[in-house]
């Protein structure tokens, strides 16, 4: 029994090589987009922290507007250095008369330990006095 020719089994090393190349392409796209999405996810990790960080000086000066400040000492204070989310965070208050009766801005900016310089977070809001 004669079965002919026995035909090529597998893949060429031309295929293979063509194969790996496509592979790697789209690995390089994965990896670039799972790289942003991290990028990203820290970007409001650090944003979401600063703007709680704001909203509490806020709500201590708020209190202050509304007479209702504790006995602390540093309590509404203009601006200070506070732990949060495993960093130390820097902020300020700045408070400025505004259009209207008794109505004061106030903006709270907040700075991350990493950048001292960039705000990474900043709210503002008018309280009567």
Known sequence: MNQGPVGNRGFTLIETLVA????AIAYTGVAAAVSQFVDQRILLVERHTSHRIAWNRLMEQYLVARGAAPEESNFAEKNGVVSANGGQWRWQI??????GQGLVRYQVDVFSAADSDRVSGSLTAFFTR
């Open 94 to 99: 700045d408070a400025r008369q505004a259009e």
């Open 20 to 23: 790996l190349l496509v592979v």
